[in-house]
């Protein structure tokens, strides 16, 4: 079973920016995939970004070019920078991994004021 442990969100203004970490309690390098979604309320969640074992990325039309993710096998953590964030931004983000089953984080709230 894999843990994850979400941390970094906050409120922030339209056009700020914030880092999302996620540390898993298993290998980030054995982990076929990590991702970050998110779910506003009266939403159903969402994908954002993904990560790939072999470091293949995908992400949502809607923060493409606005949002990085990446992986750090030594601290067995993944990021989301977030940057020129906007209001439609502000939902609960929840870290995903895939290992044979999916796993989840308890989510962390992003507040993007106007």
């Known amino acids: 079973q894999v843990q994850l442990v979400e941390s970094g969100g906050g409120l922030v203004q339209a056009g700020g920016s914030l880092r999302l970490s996620c540390v898993a309690s298993?290998?980030?390098?054995?982990?076929?995939?990590m991702g970050w979604y998110r779910q506003a309320p009266g939403k159903q969640r969402e994908l954002v970004a993904i990560?790939?074992?072999?470091?293949?990325?995908t992400y949502a039309d809607s923060v493409k070019g606005r949002f990085t993710i990446s992986r750090d096998n030594a601290k067995n953590t993944v990021y989301l920078q977030m940057n020129s964030l906007k209001p439609e931004d502000t939902a609960v983000y929840y870290c995903?991994?895939?290992?044979?089953?999916?796993?989840w984080g308890q989510g962390t709230q992003v507040t993007v004021s106007s």
């Open positions: 990560i790939r074992r072999g470091g293949t990325k």
């Open positions: 298993e290998s980030t390098s054995s982990i076929y995939a």
């Open positions: 995903n991994a895939v290992l044979g089953d999916n796993y």
